[in-house]
């Protein structure tokens, strides 16, 4: 059962106040969609087999809705599901009352999972952030979509001769580095442009096997072009997202394009549909519950 509300601020209360495509893919794959009403997650996920009660923690516009029974609640969920930005962190900023909530979610037993979609670190950058801002965070507690790119590929057997190439940051390369991953790709192609002369024909490595795509401020038209040659022209080619969002959170002043715009310009060039990986996607919900 996935039991999904608005924010965690509640938890440490036990008062009933009010508080603030055409490709095919591998057997295992599925897809994963998010719908926000009233402030509220809702994880729809056809094909997840979750069968141990779960809380997920969202970041929300409105507050959460008023809780008769905050600490029966609590005792009927085994395993609580946080976001991180907005939820535990915002920005470089602690939350209020998130060491507290956790302290006394840890001291019943429960399970917690903090998951990302920003691709951009891994797991172990993640949990250097969580000691930084004063919390105990154990890496296998963290579940960020470039965690998730390369877990997918584990759990499909992903061949250790093929290639992946990514368009995404440093988060990505070394998930896949630690997962024993050939990959190209990144950062260093950010410098890179395509010179259309006359006859001009662009070269890819035929051993590319997946090409997973995440945020990209390094983004560029070659990244583009080389993704889609991989995609299109490499037989059984994957094209995995680490998410589709809209937008994201660089700065407070204003909302940035996210990691879906990424995602969209491979998938308008090849007209396929990626997998997607990161939060609410069925791959992730499946995966935390088989651990």
């Given at each position: 059962?996935?039991?999904?509300?608005?924010?965690?601020?509640?938890?440490?209360?036990?008062?009933?106040?009010?508080?603030?495509?055409?490709?095919?893919?591998?057997?295992?794959?599925?897809?994963?969609r998010?719908?926000?009403t009233?402030?509220?997650?809702?994880?729809?996920?056809?094909?997840?087999?979750?069968?141990?009660?779960?809380?997920?923690?969202?970041?929300?516009?409105?507050?959460?809705?008023?809780?008769?029974?905050?600490?029966?609640?609590?005792?009927?969920?085994?395993?609580?599901?946080?976001?991180?930005?907005?939820?535990?962190?915002?920005?470089?900023?602690?939350?209020?009352?998130?060491?507290?909530?956790?302290?006394?979610?840890?001291s019943?037993?429960?399970?917690?999972?903090?998951?990302?979609?920003?691709?951009?670190?891994?797991?172990?950058q993640?949990?250097?952030?969580?000691?930084?801002?004063?919390?105990?965070?154990?890496?296998?507690?963290?579940?960020?979509?470039?965690?998730?790119?390369?877990?997918?590929?584990?759990?499909?057997?992903?061949?250790?001769?093929?290639?992946?190439?990514?368009?995404?940051?440093?988060?990505?390369?070394?998930?896949?580095?630690?997962?024993?991953?050939?990959?190209?790709?990144?950062?260093?192609?950010?410098?890179?442009?395509?010179?259309l002369?006359?006859?001009?024909?662009?070269?890819?490595?035929?051993?590319?096997?997946?090409?997973?795509?995440?945020?990209?401020?390094?983004f560029?038209?070659?990244?583009?072009?080389?993704g889609?040659?991989?995609?299109?022209?490499?037989?059984?080619?994957l094209?995995?997202?680490?998410?589709?969002?809209?937008?994201?959170?660089l700065?407070?002043?204003?909302?940035?394009?996210?990691?879906?715009?990424?995602?969209?310009?491979?998938?308008?060039?090849?007209?396929?549909?990626?997998?997607?990986?990161?939060?609410?996607?069925?791959?992730?919900?499946?995966?935390?519950?088989?651990?």
């Open positions: 059962m996935l039991l999904a509300r608005a924010s965690p601020a509640f938890l440490p209360s036990t008062s009933s106040s009010p508080t603030p495509s055409s490709q095919t893919l591998p057997p295992s794959a599925s897809f994963g998010s719908q926000r009233g402030g509220s997650l809702t994880v729809a996920s056809p094909n997840c087999t979750v069968r141990r009660p779960v809380m997920a923690g969202a970041a929300a516009a409105v507050p959460a809705a008023k809780l008769e029974d905050a600490e029966a609640l609590i005792d009927s969920v085994e395993t609580f599901i946080f976001d991180c930005d907005g939820v535990i962190w915002k920005g470089d900023k602690l939350i209020d009352g998130v060491p507290e909530t956790l302290d006394l979610l840890r019943k037993g429960k399970r917690l999972v903090f998951v990302t979609n920003n691709s951009t670190k891994s797991r172990k993640y949990g250097k952030k969580f000691e930084t801002l004063g919390l105990s965070v154990n890496e296998e507690e963290i579940f960020a979509s470039s965690f998730a790119a390369a877990a997918y590929l584990q759990s499909i057997d992903f061949p250790k001769d093929k290639k992946v190439y990514v368009i995404g940051e440093e988060g990505i390369l070394k998930e896949l580095e630690l997962a024993g991953f050939q990959y190209l790709g990144g950062p260093t192609d950010g410098d890179k442009k395509i010179e002369k006359p006859g001009f024909y662009m070269e890819h490595d035929k051993d590319v096997g997946a090409v997973v795509v995440g945020f990209d401020r390094y560029n038209y070659y990244k583009v072009q080389y889609t040659l991989c995609i299109r022209e490499n037989p059984g080619c094209f995995i997202a680490t998410n589709r969002d809209a937008v994201t959170h700065t407070d002043a204003q909302e940035w394009a996210g990691g879906g715009s990424m995602v969209g310009a491979v998938l308008g060039s090849t007209k396929q549909e990626p997998l997607v990986v990161g939060k609410p996607s069925t791959f992730m919900m499946d995966y935390l519950a088989k651990k």
